[in-house]
């Protein structure tokens, strides 16, 4: 199909040794009132980076038609459409009696900063797996391919291995013949020798109205208001509304309902007229969330944002492993999670589900799903389904990474049908298979930055008895620092220092621990010096103007924060002027601007007008800097704060 989007742009070839600010978190203070088993899942094992995957900022605001490659599962009733190139989204899933769209179906492809890794976009169904948050996976490719589903028709399969936390995953989807119901079978193998925490959220755009209700089988909620904490409270009034209605209430917010484990697990979002989409699952995946956006300035900003003028809204209605989105869960070495999820339209009583008794508004939806989709129905597709997922695929349609074939040549895993073939090995994974095969890291290729990094810990292990050239010390460094050895990854980066041709790499590196450490003298000269190392090299091309970029948006945020502001301009002056017109680097303008003591000129660059397109979800530097200029009221298109003013 053709959607008008803006290009991902090139990744950041930058590690991430510092993660992106997750707005979804909750410290000490706020786990101290979670009940035991909770507390426990969010303190387990939260990621401290998103190593080794690399973060995606090169894109911008600009749209052109593109065409997207989509496969098409239907029958008679119901079409999804699915985008095997964009984490498998599912796009559009369209009831054709009713002629109906039961998805929030976004018309446009507007990549923004919510994923783990960066880009995002809204719409459709997601499947969100490695860690609290959208996947890292939302804008990559996945393997393809049709296998024998268990009624003998066809079944599309999508697969990959999650790099956050290493596991394979597979996602099946078929339409039985006459069923109103998408059927999605979702299973996650953990072929290792230890547990792996685990995450997955399976979430649900779905259109809002002010007649638009949520419904779940819960009278309680946890609820997280985007300032770092969890409290439990009542379903559906709290607080002087009705929170089922996303748009009662002004600001966004989470709300992780409190399913009982005996409940057949479902959520439902239904218009004035009782209509809908509704999800159900086997009990494996517990939990049921509604995000809301909200009704004041800042949601509806984001809003606009993340589409095109003219559109409407949505909310967000998910199913997850655990009972909210900050939680892990661990699996076992050798074990999976599986489970069956349901997908199709749901037809109430409008005055029913609308009513101002709850339990009887939830009691209408949970009878008339299970009027046109029995429980019993979904375990017995589950059952089914479960003969099925060691199928190999016969047909291939679309290939994802490369990722997954390194790790089945390196470790010899037997992951029966998810073929991870050695013919998708490209580029990225070559020199990870000449230092398995031969047990040394190819020489860099001096016309290029440093590839993607691995940092679990076979690859360490293998690196640390490599030959000790600096390439293979940045490498280690740089897997060693993700392992939580930040002594030793420093003392890997000076190793490589002394002898590297190109300097700035491992220089970037040590400026980021010398931060973390406290050392803000120390980072500011480093960082300094690797972006003078940068620019006395030869750079041309995209990925030299990617890493131009990145480095000196990091060296002028460092500089700036020590004081050192004529050293910030001379960063400045030497990036290119596409870069410099771009919205983020006008936002730095504005900075710069302001710390030379130019207030005018740094309001004048506001008033110009910009957009910063990697803004990032739940960010208040915009305010920041605004109020950093003058006390007017920030200016409606700069306003995207989530929360409430402090």
Known sequence: MTLPAAPLGPENPLPALRPLDETHTVDAEGRAGLPHDMARQVGYEPLTSVLPVRVLDGYGRERTPTGIDTIVIENDRLRATVLPGLGGRIHSLFHKPSGRELLYRNPVLQPAD??????????????????????????????????????????????????????????????????????????????????????WWSNIAVPEGPSTRVLAPADEAWHFGYERSLRRVPVPDWNGADRTYSLRSEYPADYFYEVPREARKWIASLDGDGRGLVQTSTDQLRGRKLFLWGSGTGGRRWQQWLTEPGTGGYAEIQAGLARTQLEHVRLEAGAEFSWLEAY?????????????????????????????????????????????????????????????????????????????????????????????????????????????????RHWRDMLETALAEPLTEYHLGIAQWHGGDRAQAVRSWE????????????????????????????????????????????????????????????????????????????????????????????????????????????????????????????????????????????????????????
């Open 114 to 199: 919510f994923a783990l890794n960066g880009a995002w976009f809204s719409g459709g169904i997601e499947w969100n797996i490695g860690a609290t948050g959208h996947t890292a996976l939302s804008c990559a490719p996945l393997h393809a391919a049709l296998v024998t589903a268990p009624d003998g028709g066809e079944m599309l399969r999508l697969w990959e291995w999650e790099r956050l936390r290493d596991l394979p995953f597979q996602v099946d989807l078929w339409l039985p013949a006459d069923s109103d119901f998408l059927h999605v079978g979702v299973r996650i193998r953990n072929p290792h020798e230890q547990p792996v925490p685990t995450y």
């Open 344 to 456: 199709g339209p749901l037809e109430t009583d409008a005055s029913a589900v609308h009513g101002d008794d709850w339990a009887a508004a939830r009691g209408e939806a949970a009878a008339r799903l299970e009027a046109v989709l029995p429980r019993a129905a979904v375990e017995a597709a589950f059952e089914a389904w479960r003969g099925c997922v060691d199928r190999e695929p016969h047909t291939m349609l679309a290939t994802g990474s490369g990722w997954g074939a390194l790790e089945v040549l390196r470790g010899g895993h037997q992951l029966p049908g998810t073929p991870f073939d050695a013919s998708a090995l490209g580029e990225d994974q070559q020199p990870w298979v000449e230092l398995y095969r031969s047990g040394a890291f190819p020489a860099p290729r001096k016309d290029t930055p440093p590839g993607p990094s691995l940092v679990s």
């Open 495 to 646: 190793r490589g220092l002394e002898l590297a041709p190109s300097r700035w790499p491992l220089l970037r590196c040590l400026a980021v621990a010398d931060r973390y450490e406290g050392h803000d003298g120390r980072s500011a000269d480093r960082w300094a010096e690797a972006f003078d190392d940068l620019c006395a090299e030869p750079r041309d091309g995209g990925t030299w103007t990617a890493v131009t970029a990145a480095l000196g948006r990091e060296a002028i945020d460092v500089l700036l924060a020590v004081g050192r502001t004529a050293d910030a301009r001379r960063v400045w002056d030497r990036l290119d002027r596409e870069t410099r017109a771009r919205g983020r680097f006008r936002l730095i303008e504005a900075q710069l601007l302001l710390a030379e003591g130019d207030s005018g000129a740094a309001r004048a660059v506001f008033d110009a007008g910009f957009e910063v397109a990697d803004l990032r979800e739940g960010a208040e530097i915009l305010n920041e800097v605004w109020s950093a200029l003058t006390d007017d009221p920030l200016p409606e298109e700069y306003e995207y704060r989530m929360r409430p003013q402090s």
